[in-house]
């Protein structure tokens, strides 16, 4: 008997070493749900850790995804093997959280104390194996030259057992929150959030008020010594730095390739807000090793100068993801008839590509070219496509072009992609009319002579009839 979540691998997402190690891992299991609650739940993090405060804001953050983060008591590894199995069993991923000291696949193992979450993802009983996604970071850093993606790690039963054993050992000596408890997260409603344009208004609504955590902490920080001084300095960048620097680099993830201004832009924004902090955190770890005030006046009116700067570089970001909310519209792949060159009808249909569920249309193992055609029952202005790409990064389309056509004969070219390594492409078109779009891909991947594509999504201005 075995059970298995399907994760994306996350390739496109977040270093773990830019943030807080736990978050990711969590991201990931709301991403189970939704491909996208992965960025969402992060947005949200920084949102709350930077410029609102709510004491309740982690339970809301759940909430808005539909989703509910809930700990689980373990008192013993034969409580936590049930427990994890009847959550993995019931498509719901569990998290672990275990000390790198206790981890013998880490490079930290036997030296840092901190905590990381394992995420796992299933078992198989018959070869007493557990299945977790981890990050290179966590393995090993030499692994892969970044610290990005969630990979397959498998691992013997009784080998995550007694890692846990060790490590909430160490929490109950401590008293530690972790101790006996893992983690689950759960749906439990349908998702407030239908996409980032809505969920940035959301969190910048008409009537928020910023209100600046990092000026909270430093105005209220009271040194005891130089130890818990670092510790604290750690996390202070992770926060107020680290956090808002990925802020952005989620929400570029979103804006129009094309829009070079706005992204320098920001990266020019991003440039002074953190020097700015950089330099404020600096003079607060240099005040307190010299027992001396830190200036709090100044630090107040070079953070509320910022704030103008920010407010007005996220009207720009709403404005930039508003244009594209309203090229949307309609999916039209919805009400389309799909067809490929080839297919595995079993498994790796190309109706796959409908839906958000991990599953990939794939063509037979043939030299290319490859194709996938969607044909609508009138023609249709095309403004934008989306095209989710198989998460190995071995296997992503490698050379593809788009092509639209009124007859299947003649068929014009649109986009054109070479020597691609983005897991999503997008493509934003000139709203041209066409009854029948075409992926046509000249080179499937790195290493593979097989397609493969995951969703398709195809946006236009004007509705079209359902069939």
């Known amino acids: 008997m075995k059970a298995e979540l399907k994760l994306d691998y996350y390739r496109d997402g977040i270093d773990e070493t830019k943030v807080i190690c736990t978050d990711i891992p969590i991201a990931a299991a709301c991403g189970y749900y939704n491909v996208d609650n992965y960025f969402y739940f992060l947005l949200q ?79 198989n009983v018959d070869v007493d194996i557990w299945y977790m996604r981890l990050s290179p970071h966590v393995i090993s850093d030499s692994v892969l030259n970044e610290n990005i993606g969630l990979y397959p790690f498998r691992v ?68 005891k010594d130089k130890e818990k001084l670092e510790y604290d300095i750690y996390f202070i960048r992770a926060y107020y730095i680290k956090y808002v620097i990925q802020f952005f680099e989620i929400l570029k993830k979103y804006i129009n390739r094309n829009n070079k201004k706005l992204c320098e832009k920001i990266d020019v924004f991003l440039e002074r807000y953190i020097q700015t902090r950089s330099i404020n955190i600096a003079k607060l770890q240099a005040k307190c090793l010299r027992g001396e005030e830190l200036e709090i006046e100044s630090v107040m009116l070079e953070e509320k100068a910022m704030e103008c700067d920010l407010l007005d570089i996220i009207a720009e970001i709403k404005h930039n993801l508003q244009s594209n909310y309203e090229i949307n519209g309609i999916n039209y792949v919805n009400n389309s008839i799909i067809t490929a060159s080839s297919e595995d009808k079993i498994y790796f249909d190309c109706e796959n590509v409908r839906n958000d569920d991990n599953e990939i249309w794939r063509s037979d193992n043939v030299n290319a070219p490859h194709w996938l055609m969607f044909e609508f029952n009138k023609e249709i202005k095309v403004k934008k496509m989306n095209i989710c790409h198989d998460s190995n990064f071995n296997k992503i389309t490698m050379c593809f072009c788009i092509e639209g056509s009124k007859d299947m004969d003649k068929w014009e070219l649109l986009d054109s992609v070479v020597n691609n390594s983005d897991i999503t492409t997008t493509h934003l078109l000139k709203g041209k009319a066409y009854r029948y779009i075409r992926i046509y891909i000249t080179e499937p991947s790195k290493l593979y002579n097989q397609a493969r594509i995951r969703k398709v999504e195809i946006y236009g201005m004007e509705d079209i009839v359902k069939y």
Not at 74 to 81: F, N, Q, W
Not at 82 to 108: A, G, H, Q, T
Request: hydrophobic fraction near 35%; glycine fraction near 2%; include cysteine.
């Open 45 to 123: 993090k920084f949102f709350y850790k930077n410029w609102k405060f709510d004491k309740h804001y982690e339970n809301k953050m759940f909430e808005n995804m539909g989703l509910r983060y809930r700990e689980i008591i373990v008192k013993d590894t034969e409580m936590l093997k049930e427990k994890v199995k009847i959550f993995l069993k019931d498509n719901k991923p569990v998290l672990l959280p275990i000390k790198y000291c206790d981890m013998f696949f880490s490079s930290e193992y036997k030296k840092s104390q901190s905590t990381h979450f394992i995420l796992l993802s299933g078992y």
């Open 156 to 223: 013997k039963e009784k080998m995550v057992l007694d890692m846990w054993k060790q490590t909430n050992y160490k929490y109950c000596k401590e008293k530690n929150f972790f101790q006996n408890k893992i983690f689950v997260v759960e749906q439990e409603a349908k998702s407030n959030i239908i996409d980032i344009y809505q969920l940035l208004n959301m969190l910048f609504s008409k009537n928020f008020k910023l209100e600046n955590e990092f000026l909270n902490v430093i105005k209220n920080y009271q040194y």
